[in-house]
């Protein structure tokens, strides 16, 4: 019989393969669409001298196309669930210069250190166990992750942020969620299908014990107006954590 979690999972894909045509429209202005992101990672790509990349989540490629601009001598590889997704990505000629696989980030198909860096756009927060996804990254990933995602605390307004910050620091964020929910633990919405309360921030300490630097940065359009820049300023973080000397 299907599980709470295998049903929420069916809907996902569901959602993707019905709206896998109009992907990138619908998505153009999330993760891999942001211009000003892609600075910073080609300054992390080119830091850490990266020859070859797993982007986790892949869907039609568009990510995959960005860094081949960044790192075009580098091997590049995808990996996505969906198959609807995944055949416009070959429509889209993405074979011509990368890799596919069609399986899922929380089990990537690859040994430990298998790419120098390993990244993610907007995926996490569609994901019930987000850090069981960032543990696998970092296991495959030999110089460096990027997380690029959501910030649940840089959004609402800022009465609405303090309160989310303290709930998550005193353990009742959870509790609060399952209610506002209806003991589901996710959301639905036609623009984004189904997604769940994430915060870059919740993968910190994962990042931070295998990092040896862990610079975050906002990718979204709000000034930064506080000490707390961008963990309550700022709707999307992009986390960049880098090993030194591998």
């Known amino acids: 019989m299907p599980t709470v979690l295998d049903e929420a999972v069916e809907i996902q894909r569901r959602y993707y393969t019905d709206t896998a045509t109009r992907y990138e429209d619908m998505h153009a202005n ?141 353990g009742t964020w959870d509790a609060f969620n399952w209610i506002r929910t209806k003991g589901k633990g996710y959301r639905i919405t036609p623009g984004d299908g189904l997604s769940y309360s994430y915060s870059v921030y919740d993968s910190y300490p994962l990042l931070a014990k295998w990092a040896d630097r862990l610079v975050m940065i906002p990718f979204s359009e709000e000034k930064s107006s506080s000490w707390f820049h961008p963990l309550l300023t700022s709707g999307g973080v992009l986390a960049c954590a880098i090993r030194e000397n591998t």
């Open 30 to 170: 999330e993760g891999a669409g942001d211009p000003f992101a892609h600075k910073y990672v080609r300054a992390i790509l080119e830091l850490v001298e990266a020859k070859s990349v797993l982007d986790v989540g892949t869907a039609t490629g568009r990510g995959l196309r960005a860094l081949r601009n960044l790192v075009p001598d580098a091997f590049l590889c995808g990996i996505e669930p969906v198959p609807a997704l995944l055949d416009i990505a070959r429509r889209n000629d993405i074979l011509r210069f990368g890799s596919l696989v069609r399986g899922s980030g929380m089990a990537l198909p690859f040994a430990d250190a298998s790419f120098d860096v390993v990244c993610e756009s907007a995926v996490l927060h569609h994901v019930h166990d987000p850090n069981g996804m960032v543990q696998e990254m970092l296991r495959v990933a030999k110089k460096a992750v990027l997380i690029m995602d959501s910030n649940r605390f840089g959004q609402g307004a800022f009465p609405l942020r303090i309160a989310k910050l303290a709930m998550y620091k005193t």
